[in-house]
């Protein structure tokens, strides 16, 4: 009987565990159902704002093409500062939450690599509360009053933050403006990345639209080609930005979702194996259970003769 309570005891035990496995597979295909909507809202959105930003690109791009001088606060790399005396700015983009696989990690590791650079005074401005909670905690110098949520990225952010880092830039209190943020290089592949934002490249900033140049052919900027530089070029700045929090909310996501996808197969073999298990012990208290009958009837039956 001991036997037969222990082999059902551990019976219940693993059915306990697929029932909890299972309550977690079903955690883990909600979340990865939330990313999978969040990741196809974000492209969408990211898709209709395309547009504008690059006419934008291509006002900046014909600006230049007819007053090639404008714009050289936008474009002033400040060679003559060097050292401790130059300033490096970095804008990196983490996430609120985690569950999201190496995401975070690859980004914080590219940003602390890059903080840590002797030579130039760093500065990190972070979005994104998982970002923000490491540093403080390595004691990494960040801008503590910059706080923003890497949630549902929209152009309105974008702009308050590039207008933040654009003063400041034209203040000549940073000297340099990189976007740390992971890139999707496809739907299975995400990287983190560094890029300039500041000052600009002119080589760079060209038209995306053939069919633009013969429009722009008889443009006339008012009042005059330099105001129209310096109003437009806070907004493509700004683009960047928008599309950098886009690429890596996108990114956050497609790496959640193959975290979930990888938890809930994991869950999957293991209910399969537990599924094996559970059928041995069952049949285990039936052979039992059959072999104390059959020796119960045994045993009687030699009483009886």
Known sequence: M???????????????RMKSIKD????????YMVSSSKLQKARRDLKNTEPYFFMIQDSLAKILDVAPEVG????DGRPYRQGNDRTVAYLVLTADKGLA?????????LAEQKATDDGCNNV?????QLGRHFFEKKEIPIDINFKYAAQNPTVNRARHISEKLVSMFLDKKIDEVHVIYTKMV???????????????????????????????????????????????????VAGFVYGALVESYCSEHNARMMAMQNATDSATSMIRDLSIQFNRARQAAITQEISEVCGGASHASQNAQ
């Open 101 to 109: 696989g190496a995401y975070n990690h690859n980004v914080i590791k």
């Open 24 to 31: 977690t597979m079903k955690i883990t295909n909600a979340m």
């Open 72 to 75: 050289s606060a936008y474009f």
């Open 2 to 16: 001991n036997s037969e309570r222990q082999i059902m005891a551990n019976a219940r035990e693993i059915q306990g």
């Open 124 to 128: 990190l401005f972070v979005v994104g």
């Open 186 to 236: 496809n739907s299975m592949t995400v990287e983190a990345v560094c890029t300039q934002l500041l000052p600009l490249k002119k080589e760079k900033i060209n038209m995306q639209s053939n069919e633009l140049v013969a429009h722009y052919s008889d443009a006339t900027f008012l009042p005059d080609a330099k105001t129209a530089f310096d109003s437009i070029a806070p907004s493509y």
